[in-house]
């Protein structure tokens, strides 16, 4: 079986709405925190929970105003659609919120579609709404991503099946190392081939419909041998 996992900020969402969710209610603070994370000075779980205490108490109608004010990518709709009628396995697999990740697949009808990650419960206190995030998937011996995605790759895939991600940034560079077909963009392409990583270009979702279906259509698929090898890593590990 063929499963494809993609990442949303940035991904399945055109834009990074986490990172612009913090900064807008942060009034530009959230970028120091940020630059700690990728500096690897602080673990990702650190990091969304310093932004989330760094917002305070907030209006909540102006949080989901500001959350609605995104769009995903036009061409992601029908790639579940495709992904459905090939019986290809579809997973969301992010270090963001569920908030605005449930809110905006609602929004536009592929609620359907199966995803994980960083939980966020909104408080309410005398001030404002709190924002308080949770890490129901956090990997305890792995601190760099709160969402364990490369933990989700394996898990849910079985060693006949041909691992996909689909991905843009930093938390998709542990990802990447365990599938057999990537498809990258922006900094994740920057990180592919610096790792020798081989992998295919894209700017939407369009474009990776379009080599998908030339690869559901093939009787062999050869998986990456990298990959095949680190995740027989992994499971002898443990």
């Keep these: 079986m063929i499963r494809v996992f993609c990442d949303f900020d940035g991904t399945v969402a055109t834009e990074d709405v986490g990172e612009r969710l913090f900064l807008k209610f942060t009034d530009g603070r959230s970028a120091d925190i940020v630059t700690r994370y990728v500096n690897g000075e602080i673990s990702s779980h650190e990091c969304l929970q310093q932004e989330c205490e760094a917002v305070g108490p907030i209006a909540l109608d102006e949080l989901i105003s500001f959350v609605d004010s995104f769009e995903l990518d036009p061409f992601f709709g029908g790639f579940v659609r495709f992904c459905s009628a090939r019986e290809i396995d579809l997973t969301i697999v992010s270090d963001g919120l569920d908030f605005y990740i449930d809110r905006l697949l609602r ?78 963009k922006r900094s994740l392409i920057t990180h592919c081939q610096r790792q020798n990583i081989t992998y295919h270009a894209f700017a939407h979702f369009g474009d990776v419909q379009f080599r998908m279906e030339n690869i559901a259509e093939r009787r062999r698929i050869k998986k990456r041998r990298e990959a095949v090898m680190a995740r027989r890593g992994l499971f002898m590990q443990g």
């Design 107 to 184: 929004r536009d009808g592929v609620s359907h579609v199966r995803y994980f990650a960083n939980h966020l419960e909104l408080t309410e206190s005398d001030d404002g709404t709190m924002l308080v995030p949770s890490f129901p998937f956090q990997d305890a011996e792995c601190p760099d991503c709160g969402n364990c995605k490369r933990n989700h790759l394996v898990t849910r895939s079985g060693d006949d099946d041909l691992i996909v991600y689909v991905g843009d940034g930093h938390s998709d560079r542990c990802p990447v190392q365990y599938a057999d077909i990537v498809f990258a």
